[in-house]
């Protein structure tokens, strides 16, 4: 039985892709998805390719169609991260194709070997120092709950790292102590990933100036406050937060300021007061170390250069 199951699929591929064998595949791809931030990028890149591709005549979906396709969005100037997230996308869909048994998997290999866009030069992430870093939490006073509860934020996103997303769906029930040390515990983040993130003191007084006043004890750590200056609602979409860094960074005199870039502020400061390399990975939550190594924006040092006193020269004792 088996074996006709195997046979009858294997019939059942195609080389052309009619517009319901693309939605059923691209529900696949996103119902394989466990971040809503991911889901939303490949639902837009993935709606993209297939306007452009019922737009063409009967293509094969194949390398050689996806190759054109990484042209045209060359030839529409758009950046290699983008045009890189576009073919990823394209790939993912033909993977759920082909495992759906709706594309040929020789088609859906050789679509998963169609090169992205080269990027050219480097790109520079924006890093605050520390004495920036305090400027940007004191931008916010704490005479209003508005204050308190924008200022303990900043100091979430600056001092324990974290994206948007994760700041925006706190709980109360989330800030534990462990060993001693308060913690986010349990934190489910980018891809599903848990991890649990050490709280400094200074953030946890943070946020109690915000709570104790607004009166929470329980449910969404952030929410929405009403004219009357009351709390109200279960807490605010990531977006608010782009609008709270952008009037923090106003107040200051910290211009193109992003509320990832503080993220980044948080790996390199803990990389400068000695942090290990592998805890600031843990800290962020990277499954990758070359990932949280671009987030240091580590640079090449010749004065003082690591090499230079290592026990071997004259006089070392």
């Known amino acids: 039985m088996a074996r006709k ?52 005549p009967r293509l094969a979906f194949n390398k050689t169609v996806v190759t054109r396709y990484r042209i045209s969005l060359e030839q529409r100037q758009y950046a290699p991260s983008t045009i890189n997230l576009r073919l990823a996308a394209v790939r993912r869909l033909a993977y759920e194709a082909s495992d759906c048994g709706l594309l040929s ?25 520390a004495e920036e870093g305090k400027r940007l939490i004191g931008a916010f006073g704490t ?5 308190q509860r924008n200022r303990a934020m900043i100091a979430v996103l600056i001092g324990c790292g974290l994206r948007r997303a994760e700041a925006a769906a706190l709980k109360m029930e989330d800030i534990q102590l462990r060993e001693g040390h308060w913690v986010i515990a349990d934190l489910n983040g980018k891809g599903g990933h848990i991890r649990t993130v050490p709280m400094p003191d200074w953030v946890k007084r943070a946020i109690d100036e ?12 952030f929410r929405a406050i009403n004219k009357a200056g009351r709390t109200w609602g279960n807490g605010f979409t990531p977006k608010v937060i782009w609008s709270i860094v952008r009037e923090g960074a106003a107040n200051c005199g910290l211009t193109g300021l992003a ?5 980044r502020t948080c790996a390199r400061l803990c990389h400068q007061a000695g942090g290990e390399l592998e805890q600031i990975q843990f800290l962020l939550g990277h499954v990758s170390i070359e990932t949280t190594e671009r987030y240091l924006g580590c640079r090449q040092r010749f004065q003082n250069a690591v090499n230079d006193a290592i026990g071997l020269e004259p006089g070392a004792s």
């Open 259 to 263: 509320p990832h870039d503080l993220r």
């Open 210 to 221: 915000w709570t104790v006043p607004s009166g929470l004890t329980s449910g969404p750590l």
């Open 105 to 129: 998997p020789d088609l859906a290999a050789g679509i998963r070997r169609v090169k992205g866009a080269r990027r050219l030069g480097v790109r520079i992430g924006n890093w605050l120092t």
């Open 143 to 147: 005479l209003t709950l508005k204050q």
């Open 5 to 56: 199951a195997k046979a009858k699929r294997k019939r059942a591929a195609k080389t052309i892709l009619k517009l319901p064998d693309l939605e059923q595949s691209k529900s696949a791809v996103l119902n394989s998805l466990t971040s809503p931030s991911s889901q939303r990028s490949y639902d837009h890149a993935i709606h993209e390719f297939i306007d452009w591709y019922c737009s063409e």
